[in-house]
């Protein structure tokens, strides 16, 4: 009998990982979503639960360290391990480096960049026993390129770049497999942030989720470990 795995996805409330978590779910993976947004995590769980999967949920900030090690503490009484572990949590922000926080700057490192390092540091535990697993970072087409007024977010985009590079180098020895997967502007909340382009040109949500399902199936030795998503047409 195949032993069901079991998935962790970090920032389910938001539009790509809500896609994701509905991809997901029709491989029948056990789910643990984490979000900000409990009112669109408690929809999102009743959208995917059936009786052959056991989805959890629970609400997170994850620029609270004491938050994320409670939620930490719950998958593992909940899960006992995890399988596959998808960062997708991403905060952007259009400001000048004159108008730009310090307060800022580390809120966004710490959703971005800190999160991801945190849960990919506890659950590549678990990969490691069983010398099987998957981490997903969800990057950004910024992540090699620089913007006008993104200058906090291009940073951390290409920190998480950085991070998966190293994670893949590190793990793969445990026959653990790290992807970073960055897409272009995407039609998501955060998406419409983006000025003078057309939205209707946009990566769909749905498309970047069946892209992480045909990449973390492959389990031979091909490895795309470094993605790029790009949209066919640019307005």
């Known amino acids: 009998m195949k ?33 900000k947004n409990e009112n669109k995590l408690l929809k999102l769980k009743k959208e995917v639960e059936k009786e052959n999967i056991d989805v959890k949920i ?19 009484k909940t899960f006992g391990k ?15 480096i004159e108008k730009t926080s ?14 991801p390092f945190i849960f990919s540091k506890e659950f590549s535990k678990d990969m490691k026993k069983s010398k099987w697993g998957r981490i997903v970072n969800i990057g950004s087409s910024s992540a090699y390129n620089g913007f006008k007024n993104s ?46 382009q057309k939205f209707e040109t946009f990566l769909k949500p749905e498309e970047i989720a069946e892209y992480v399902e045909f990449v973390i199936s492959f389990d031979k030795q091909l490895i795309s470990e470094e993605i790029r998503l790009n949209r066919m047409k640019i307005e």
């Open 82 to 96: 995890i399988d596959i572990l998808i960062n997708t949590p991403g905060s952007f922000l259009i400001k000048s």
């Open 3 to 35: 032993i069901k795995k079991n998935c962790l996805i970090i920032g389910a409330s938001g539009g790509i990982g809500n896609a994701i978590t509905k991809k997901l779910a029709e491989q029948n993976f056990n789910l643990f979503l984490i979000g």
């Open 151 to 196: 200058i906090v977010y291009c940073s951390s985009k290409h920190a998480l770049l950085g991070f998966s590079r190293a994670l893949f180098s590190e793990l793969k020895e445990n026959n653990i497999r790290v992807y970073s997967i960055s897409p272009g502007s995407t039609q998501t909340k955060m998406g419409r942030l983006s000025k003078n």
């Open 102 to 115: 310090i307060e800022e700057f580390d809120e966004i490192f710490k959703i971005n960049v800190r999160a």
């Open 58 to 76: 629970e609400s997170v900030d994850l620029t609270n360290e004491k938050q994320i090690e409670r939620s930490i503490k719950k998958i593992r």
